[in-house]
């Protein structure tokens, strides 16, 4: 059974930084990409970022490019969301997510496991 737990969110001013984590338990965490999704108030859930399974091959969203990071650490079995020159539009509950296939993707049709969600807010 894959079980994925996110930390790291909190409350931050606008241009501050936060790093989420997302500690993944079962098989396979090496094999597989892995996303970070998040949802604000009354919005759909969206893309953030996206990373395979080695880490050489990173996806973002428009809307984050040039101030967030994701990386992974296989020998932890935990991806990372660096978030830098945060914006009060960044406010929402971050996701993250493992997928069903090797690759970074945007899809959240291609990702088979989730956790619940950590809290970002960021106030202006």
């Known amino acids: 059974q894959v079980q994925l737990v996110e930390s790291g969110g909190g409350l931050v001013q606008a241009g501050g930084s936060l790093r989420l984590s997302c500690a993944a338990s079962?098989?396979?965490?090496?094999?597989?990409?892995m996303g970070w999704f998040r949802q604000a108030p009354g919005k759909e859930r969206e893309f953030v970022a996206g990373?395979?399974?080695?880490?050489?091959?990173?996806h973002y969203a428009d809307s984050v490019k040039g101030r967030f990071t994701i990386s992974r650490d296989n020998a932890k079995n935990t991806v990372y969301l660096q978030m830098n020159s945060l914006k009060s539009e960044d406010t929402a509950v971050y996701y993250c997510?493992?997928?069903?296939?090797?690759?970074?993707?945007?899809?959240?049709?291609?990702?088979?496991?989730w956790g619940q969600g950590t809290q970002v807010t960021v106030s202006s």
């Open positions: 079962g098989r396979g965490f090496s094999l597989n990409g």
């Open positions: 990373v395979n399974w080695s880490g050489l091959t990173t």
């Open positions: 997510a493992k997928a069903g296939l090797s690759a970074a993707t945007a899809h959240a049709d291609d990702y088979v496991y």
